[in-house]
T-cell receptor, first 115, second 114 residues
Framework: AQKITQTQPGMFVQEKEAVTLDCTYDTSDPSYGLFWYKQPSSGEMIFLIYQGSYDQQNATEGRYSLNFQKARKSANLVISASQLGDSAMYFCAMRASYNTDKLIFGTGTRLQVFP | NAGVTQTPKFQVLKTGQSMTLQCAQDMNHEYMSWYRQDPGMGLRLIHYSVGAGITDQGEVPNGYNVSRSTTEDFPLRLLSAAPSQTSVYFC?????????????FGPGTRLTVT
């Protein structure tokens, strides 16, 4: 079954520290993609980072990096040097095959950054 | 370049009423989709379109219709609103293929059905 699992409903991190948000996935297709989105309290969905299943290196975008471990079917988001503005909901999502444009979302993790 | 726009931002309907949520994008993306977001459930795909004239059902299509007459517009119609359709609705447009893929979301429409 195609599924995304985020097991951390909430996480706390101190400003300037790094934090890892967990995401595991399940798909039977060898060609797939994994995404992370940020949803601040204002409600918009902000694309953060994307990793294709054949990408050799872990994706990075500024302070965001995706720790992609294919054998473990995990795609954890690492945020380095957390900022107060990072406080938000974070969703992991999967494009289960290169033959589809449909995304499957996890239930999200609420990150709170404290001073 | 406005990206993905949605109207209205907020809407209150009575049970049984119908309405159309508007979505438009100016990035010439072929693929567009509608999601609903309920508390604690992430986003679920309602309908999607891979190009003008082509639509298909997602995970939760019942009670909704879509059409795609142009590349730019992808309206979502609620046929007979029910309280279970109270949710936040997001439209998205997508570019990419293979190992490169970007999806852009509109700001959302918060719908309440009483």
């Amino acid at each position: 079954a195609q599924k995304i699992t985020q097991t951390q409903p909430g996480m706390f991190v101190q400003e300037k520290e790094a934090v890892t948000l967990d995401c595991t996935y399940d798909t039977s297709d060898p060609s797939y993609g994994l995404f992370w989105y940020k949803q601040p309290s204002s409600g918009e969905m902000i694309f953060l980072i994307y990793q294709g299943s054949y990408d050799q290196q872990n994706a990075t975008e500024g302070r965001y990096s995706l720790n992609f471990q294919k054998a473990r079917k995990s795609a954890n988001l690492v945020i380095s040097a957390s900022q107060l503005g990072d406080s938000a909901m974070y969703f992991c999502a999967m494009r289960a095959s290169y033959n589809t444009d449909k995304l499957i979302f996890g239930t999200g993790t609420r990150l709170q950054v404290f001073p | 370049n406005a990206g993905v726009t949605q109207t209205p931002k907020f809407q209150v309907l009575k049970t049984g009423q119908s309405m159309t949520l508007q979505c438009a994008q100016d990035m010439n993306h072929e693929y567009m989709s509608w999601y609903r977001q309920d508390p604690g459930m992430g986003l679920r795909l309602i309908h999607y379109s891979v190009g003008a004239g082509i639509t298909d059902q997602g995970e939760v299509p019942n009670g909704y219709n879509v059409s795609r007459s142009t590349t730019e517009d992808f309206p979502l119609r609620l046929l007979s609103a029910a309280p279970s359709q109270t949710s936040v609705y997001f439209c998205a447009s997508t570019i990419g293929g293979g190992s490169r893929y970007e999806q852009y979301f509109g700001p959302g429409t918060r719908l309440t059905v009483t």
